[in-house]
T-cell receptor
């Protein structure tokens, strides 16, 4: 089954509001990462949280990780129209080696101006 | 700063034809990954190379093969193309951190359309 399931699948909010996206995964991980993708473009790394961390901040981004529940959340505060994009969580399982990241289904975020 | 370069950006092929995608990783990055992303889907891991050796294999069909060359660029070869192969193909590179996968740097992708 798919590692990294995001919810909601789509989210539409007003500019200035906060956006929260959730991700669940199934296996043990080394780290969990969040990526952003504008339509038809490449993925851009936003933030990485290690398995021994519980919370991390980067600018308007806040990521939490709960390894006991195998879940993570991404909070974007004070959203802007330019934040409109798809957001994916991706996990690096603890199998070792240069394994590929496993991506979730993604949340399509729309910021209404 | 130099990014991951992919070519071609767009490619149109007929069923049963072959296609080759190229990827030039960020200089000094030692690991290359290939991903396939269908319309509205999440990226699916295909294959990765570390220091020119195949490192991990994901859901890559037997009709596909890939390699990494001495200059670290990589090529994804796809044969007997099927309609379902139409997708965005991404290459990503990274600098390996022991056995942990860190941040991946993605190219802009190659859009393959099979008619």
């Amino acid at each position: 089954s798919q590692q990294g399931e995001e919810d909601p699948q789509a989210l539409s909010i007003q500019e200035g509001e906060n956006a929260t996206m959730n991700c669940s995964y199934k296996t043990s991980i080394n780290n969990l990462q969040w990526y952003r993708q504008n339509s038809g473009r490449g993925l851009v790394h936003l933030i990485l949280i290690r398995s021994n961390e519980r919370e991390k901040h980067s600018g308007r981004l806040r990521v939490t990780l709960d390894t006991s529940k195998k879940s993570s959340s991404l909070l974007i505060t004070a959203s802007r129209a330019a934040d409109t994009a798809s957001y994916f969580c991706a996990t690096d399982d603890s199998g070792g080696g240069a394994d590929g990241l496993t991506f979730g289904k993604g949340t399509h975020l729309i910021i209404q101006p | 700063a130099a990014g991951v370069i992919q070519s071609p950006r767009h490619l149109i092929k007929e069923k049963r034809e072959t296609a080759t995608l190229k990827c030039y990783p960020i200089p000094r990055h030692d690991t290359v990954y290939w991903y396939q992303q269908g319309p509205g889907q999440d990226p699916q891991f295909l294959i990765s190379f570390y220091e020119k050796m195949q490192s991990d294999k994901g859901s890559i069909p037997d009709r596909f093969s890939a390699q990494q060359f001495s200059d670290y660029h990589s090529e994804l070869n796809m044969s007997s193309l099927e309609l379902g192969d139409s997708a965005l193909y991404f290459c990503a590179s990274s600098l390996s951190l022991t056995s942990v996968t860190g941040e991946l740097f993605f190219g802009e992708g190659s859009r393959l359309t099979v008619l």
